[in-house]
């Protein structure tokens, strides 16, 4: 305990959200220090990150789909989880040394949020990416308490707490009592499907081929879940299908509402489906509290209003939900004496 007080003064502990299209990294004091795309640019057929591995993160994300045949830009976590073991340390290598500093003389502890419906060997990987890429020790935070902590809500108090945390690969729906869990919902249905759809929509209406990026744009910039009193449209420029020269074609934000349908309407199921698991008292709970929305997902138009539809609860969306996640780490780290007791480490393993 007296070491770890000791290491504390020489380095920097930090929490990480280590999301499938952002990861953000939070210090205890200073709040969000990094905000950057979970992405990495290697030579093709190795895992040599380029530019001396400093093609992480906003560089490589430029390069998406936009890469020579000796490049691959990836994005190493796939639903929430990593699928690419060695990119991922390399990524997580990367933000510790830009945030810790070269010169820091130990190594830091780290607070990683992850989704809530991962397995052991899922958690293995986050364990053994963090150890590898320079932490002293890891500690493990489930995503929506993670939320609820960043977004303000009395998660420690005898009262239901709803959070709905809408990432890149997975929408987190948990309504938490008492400092813990007490129903939770992981559904591997959020934002990067909501772009996989509009990509599918570009395809079958306009025989237009766009890319991850571009389907991201259209969804920022005119995407919605429910019809709005400002329907707008855009120009799309792509590839077409038929004569595979590049092209432009003009689209509207209903149409868009239309597209995705799908993924929202799988979001609005889980978040009624976990409702329905609520204790009596918990449910009679959250007609006072409501719902609270977190995530980069939350900030598609209209999706407060979908879901106060369906569930006839209050919908609201947190202060700044982009950075929710990461800002519970941080202030989890401002307890971590207190709370480390009910975290997993890689003792638990």
């Known amino acids: 305990m007296f070491w770890d007080r000791l290491t504390g003064w020489f380095t920097v502990d930090m929490g990480i959200d280590l999301g499938t299209c952002n990861t953000l990294v939070a210090v205890r004091g200073q709040g969000i220090v990094l905000n950057e795309p979970s992405v990495v640019a290697v030579r093709k057929g190795t895992n040599q990150v380029l ?21 691959t830009a990836i994005r190493p976590l796939k639903d929430g989880v990593i699928s690419d073991f060695e990119i991922t340390e390399a990524m997580l290598s990367y933000f510790i040394r830009k945030v810790n500093g070269k010169s820091a003389i130990t190594r830091p502890r780290v607070v990683i949020s992850i989704p809530s419906g991962i397995t ?3 958690k293995r990987a986050v364990f053994d990416s963090s150890e590898h890429a320079g932490a002293r020790a890891t500690y493990l935070i489930e995503e929506p308490v993670a939320a609820a902590i960043g977004a303000g809500l009395p998660f420690a108090e005898p009262t239901a707490s709803m959070i ?17 869990i007490a129903v939770c919902e992981s559904v591997r249905v959020a934002g990067d499907d909501m772009d996989e759809a509009i990509i599918s929509h570009m395809k079958k209406t306009y025989n237009l081929m766009v890319g991850e990026q571009t389907a991201e744009r259209i969804k920022i910039e005119i995407g919605s879940a429910a019809q709005a009193s400002d329907e707008s449209s855009m120009e799309v420029r792509g590839r077409d299908m038929i004569s595979g020269l590049p092209r432009k074609t003009v ?41 609270v929305l977190a995530g980069g997902g939350a900030l598609l138009r209209g999706i407060a209003t979908v ?8 919908c609201r969306l947190a202060d700044d939900p982009l950075t929710c996640v990461a800002r519970g780490t941080a202030i989890y780290l401002e307890n971590i004496d207190l709370w480390k007791d009910t975290l997993e480490t890689d003792q638990d393993f």
């Open 120 to 122: 052991a060997v899922e």
């Open 164 to 180: 709905v945390d809408i990432g890149g690969g997975t929408t987190e729906v948990a309504i938490m009592s008492l400092a813990d």
């Open 251 to 291: 689209i509207t934000s209903e149409e868009i509402r239309e597209a995705l349908q799908e993924p929202v309407g799988a979001i609005v199921d889980t978040v009624t489906r976990t409702l329905e698991k609520a204790e009596p008292e918990l449910a009679a709970d959250l007609v006072e509290n409501g719902i």
């Open 51 to 71: 530019k001396n591995g400093q093609a992480v993160g906003w560089v490589a994300k430029e390069m998406l789909g936009k890469t020579p045949g000796s490049i």
């Open 307 to 314: 879901l106060q539809k369906a569930t006839g609860l209050e």
